[in-house]
């Protein structure tokens, strides 16, 4: 970071309080506050945001780019009519929450760009968020919504937002003349509502949902629901937005021509029919898949490599090729499984390993119950294993939010670079 600043500033005096501005900022974002930590005073004069409260000085620097401004231009009609009706609801006075409702490729995303585009190049504020990393990241300035909402972790109903009402995040909510939340069919419907609970109370408009802000939701019911942990259908279903008070007010956008239909029309309708639940079924409800997109299992022990050549054909001759690196992926269900393809897929790649361990201790465990060769063992949800092995040029993925107005969200993509002792230099590849 400091380096950065070197080049354009001989003074170490100014480069010290230009990284301990970006320091205070990106753990502002994170929720924390830089006077916790022993560090030196900051002069604010180094500070280009002049007071302005950062998150409203990081918003009103989002700039289009003429690509997002022209998309207007190509909407197809389902999107215009949602386009106009969501512009006009910004400029009256009482807002309005409108659901955007298509199934997966129907140009949610692009009717979204569109709208950001358009009202921040009136100078108005659009804050832009998703519930997971990776969908904020395709929306310019887009953020998790639990960062940029400041959504408690756990929330029961009737709950609130943790701003308070002298926070940067409530100038910002005042300010905003849209709010876009993507994906908002996997998030618990209490933290929806925890959102109208805060926004009519510093709107100062108890009665009106939102406080009267217009605010678009979009998601598709077909895809993932809330995680309700070990909870039955019921309990799931009765978690989500469609479940809640907010429901019945919400404008219903339909948008129902696939856009990314012309790649693959087959695979877009047959993913809509498994969404829309008419596609056979067995009678445990399984659903049986096309030999043809199938890589079949023999059970000889091979199935792994063949999987994997099948999906990264050629791997090292297409190493160094981003696009090639990005365009494909292998999913699975279990973090255990997840960290056996990893191990195996580097060791497919050319080039040093390099390993990183991780440092597990329990705190107040004094007769070892859980010593460090379990904890290594543990392979907790969003954490990496404890041997982390690396080479030059293997795809990562990040999973958290370490600076999102610089991309450095959970589920940015990168690509590794060089090793230090302690960190990695990895290159953005996508989000
Ligand atoms: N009006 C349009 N004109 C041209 N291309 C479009 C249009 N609308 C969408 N597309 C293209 O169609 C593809 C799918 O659109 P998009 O990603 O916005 O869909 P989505 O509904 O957000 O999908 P998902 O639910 O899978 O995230 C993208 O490549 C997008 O650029």
Known sequence: ???????????????????????????????????SFPLPEIDNTYDDACGVPREIFEESNIESTEDDVALSESLNNEQRAAYDEILSSIDSNDGGLFFVDGPCGTGKTFLYRALLAKVRSQNKIAVATAMSGVAASIMPGGRTAHSRFKIPLTIDSGGYCSFTKQSGTTTLLRTASLIVWDEVSMIKKQAVEALDNSMRNIMDRPDLPFGGKTVVFGGDFRQVLPV???GSRAQIVDASLRRSYLWDYMRHLKLV???????????????????????????????RLPDEICVPYTGDGN???????????????????????????????????????NMKMIGSFQGGE?????????????????????????????????????????????????DPANGLCNGTRLVVRGFQRNTIDAEIVLG
């Open 257 to 287: 021509r696939n856009m990314r239909a012309h790649n693959d029309p087959w695979f877009a309708e047959y993913l809509l029919r498994i969404g829309n639940g008419i596609e056979a079924a067995n009678a445990d409800g399984e659903i």
């Open 303 to 341: 199935d792994l490599d063949r999987l994997i050549q099948c999906i990264f054909p050629n791997l090292n001759e297409n190493m160094a090729d981003t696009d090639y690196i990005t365009s494909r992926a292998i999913l699975s269900t279990r973090n255990d499984w997840v960290d056996r393809i």
């Open 354 to 402: 390099v390993e990183y361990h991780s440092f597990d201790s329990a705190v107040d465990d004094p007769h070892n119950y859980y010593p460090s060769e379990f904890l290594n063992t543990l392979t907790p949800n969003g954490l990496p294993p404890h041997v982390l092995k690396l080479k030059v040029g293997c795809p990562i993925i990040l999973l958290r939010n370490i």
């Open 228 to 230: 309700v942990k070990k």
């Open 1 to 35: 970071m400091s380096e950065d600043y070197r080049r354009n500033n001989p003074s170490d005096a100014i480069v010290k309080q230009m990284v301990l501005i970006d320091i205070r900022n990106m753990l502002q974002s994170m929720g924390k506050d830089i006077k």
